[in-house]
């Protein structure tokens, strides 16, 4: 494991069971949810986001499901 290496588990919530796919700079990555897997810390920064999106859309949908 190199210093830009770091450690992500996904876990296996509801109907998101597949693994994820994420590409950084045309190299592309199947990070195995359920499993602590080492990833580039530039794909960690991509979850990370793709996390604070999935919350972002949740709160949407929420507020917007009380019409």
């Known amino acids: ?7 992500v588990k996904l876990p ?16 592309t990555y199947i990070v195995k949810r359920g499993e602590k897997v080492a ?3 530039a794909v960690a920064e991509v979850l990370a986001h793709r996390e604070e999106m999935l ?3 949740l709160r949407f ?3 917007n ?3």
């Open 1 to 7: 494991m190199t210093k830009d290496t770091v450690f």
């Open 12 to 27: 296996r919530v509801g109907l998101e069971q597949e693994d994820v796919f994420v590409s950084v700079n045309n190299r």
């Open 39 to 41: 990833v580039p810390a």
């Open 55 to 57: 919350e972002t859309i």
């Open 61 to 63: 949908q929420s507020r």
């Open 65 to 67: 499901a009380k019409g």
